[in-house]
């Protein structure tokens, strides 16, 4: 029973399209994540969400909308994609958003997204 | 700022042979919590160890651990023994306050280890 799912796996479109990438969680964690790991393998912070409501927005594009209808599921909808945005996509999650330092990160498997 | 520094692109280690991977953080909370992850070729993350500022002790998860110097800021990963299977990119992350709401992990940009029979 895997702990993060995120759908698709493999995302590959061509520029200006919209898509969505899913992610559900079974670990009953309040709070959710997006990271973004470019081509360079280096992973940065997009979004969190906790409990529904949005916390963190590290100053992503517009283009980027997030949406969470209840605490177990956060979508990443993305439109008017740009070659830019070819990169591996990770939904994560954790226990609690701000108490615990020792709150560990669980991993989905990632979404690879390849804009053409 | 650079957060979180890995200054190892690359490490090269024979099977059975101990590695260090290097870790330098920056912060100026007195409590923080420090982690280390590993991304195989197939991609997934997989937790591998944690360290909190307080804690007493280095942290130890089997062949894993941390080598902690809180005064030169660093958080080195141990492996020992190595494995073919340690093959992979392994990152340093530290959790910090984004914002009044929320914190999330802060990755390093990784070190990718290779392991030879």
């Known amino acids: 029973d895997t702990a993060v799912s995120q759908t698709p796996k493999y995302l590959v479109t061509q520029m200006g399209n919209d898509k969505s990438i899913k992610c559900e969680q079974n670990l009953g964690h309040d709070t959710m994540y997006w990271y973004k790991q470019d081509s360079k393998k280096f992973l940065k912070i997009m979004f969190s969400y906790n409990n529904k409501e949005l916390i963190i927005n590290e100053t992503v594009p517009n283009r980027f909308s997030p949406k969470s209808p209840d605490k177990a599921h956060l979508n990443l909808h993305i439109n008017s994609l740009e070659l830019g945005d070819s990169a591996v996509y990770f939904c994560a999650s954790s226990q609690d958003r701000r108490t615990g330092i020792n709150e560990k990160l669980f991993f989905g498997s990632g979404t690879q997204l390849s804009v053409l | 700022a650079q957060k979180i520094t890995q200054t190892q692109p690359g490490m090269f280690v024979q099977e059975k042979e101990a590695v260090t991977l290097d870790c330098t953080y920056d912060?100026?909370?007195?409590?923080?919590?420090l982690f280390w992850y590993k991304q195989p070729s197939s991609g997934e993350m997989i937790f591998l160890i944690y360290q909190g500022s307080y804690d007493q002790q280095n942290a130890t998860e089997g062949r894993y651990s941390l080598n902690f110097q809180k005064a030169r800021k660093s958080a080195n990963l141990v492996i020992s023994a190595s494995q073919l299977g340690d093959s992979a990119m392994y990152f340093c992350?530290?959790?910090?306050?984004?914002?009044?709401?929320?914190?999330?992990?802060?990755f390093g940009k990784g070190t990718t280890l290779s392991v030879s029979s």
């Open positions: 912060t100026s909370d007195p409590s923080y919590g």
């Open positions: 992350a530290m959790r910090e306050a984004l914002n009044q709401a929320g914190t999330a992990l802060i």
